[in-house]
């Protein structure tokens, strides 16, 4: 049954989701009061040739490259130490990780793993170092609208800082930013 489109006025309905986590697939949508509901009764695929199921070179080679680069990027967290701050308004979980970047020029994404707390809304936060000689960063999760983001620049990098939950205060960031420089 196709219910017709739920027009909202005011504050936006919570949702129950039924997701089928095996396929990926929504099964059931609707609301708490039972207003609205849409749901997947029936589902039919059609035959679909063979070489869709097949890799292609041009796949093959980026698996390959995507691959050496994440291998890259693990040899170098063991091999370097990573730029860290050494204070942070927040407990951090002590297993940062290099998410990406490119070591050769020093451009690096670290997860500081931050460990979410009741007490504050900070949720995560990737520290991103690039080279001032570097267009500014717009990779990953920079255009989040959902997102915060801190851009600083010292005498070597571009600083970025993107923050999930909430900004960081001036005084936090002028910390943060003091205890990289001492790191």
């Known amino acids: 049954m196709r219910h017709p489109p739920l027009r909202l006025h005011g504050p936006v309905p919570k949702l129950r989701l039924t997701v089928d986590l095996a396929a990926g697939i929504l099964l059931d949508v609707r609301t708490p009061d039972g207003r609205y509901r ?4 029936d589902l039919h695929f059609r035959a679909l040739p063979e070489e869709h199921f097949r890799w292609s070179e041009q796949a093959e080679d980026r698996k390959r490259r995507q691959a050496a680069h994440a291998e890259r ?7 370097h130490r990573l730029p860290l701050p050494r204070w942070w308004p927040t407990p951090l979980g002590g297993r940062p990780e290099l998410c990406d970047g490119d070591p050769d020029t020093g451009f690096l994404v670290v997860d500081l793993d931050v460990e ?6 900070l949720r995560s936060a990737l520290l991103v170092r690039r080279p001032l000689t570097d267009p500014p960063y717009e990779g990953g999760r920079m255009r989040d609208p959902g997102l915060f983001v801190h851009h600083w620049r010292d005498e070597w990098w571009q600083w970025y800082l993107v923050l999930e939950g909430r900004p960081l205060t001036p005084k936090e960031l002028g910390r943060t930013a003091d205890s990289l420089r001492e790191g």
């Open 116 to 121: 979410p707390t009741p007490a504050d809304r």
């Open 38 to 41: 849409e749901r997947l009764v």
């Open 73 to 79: 990027l693990a040899l170098y967290s063991r091999t």
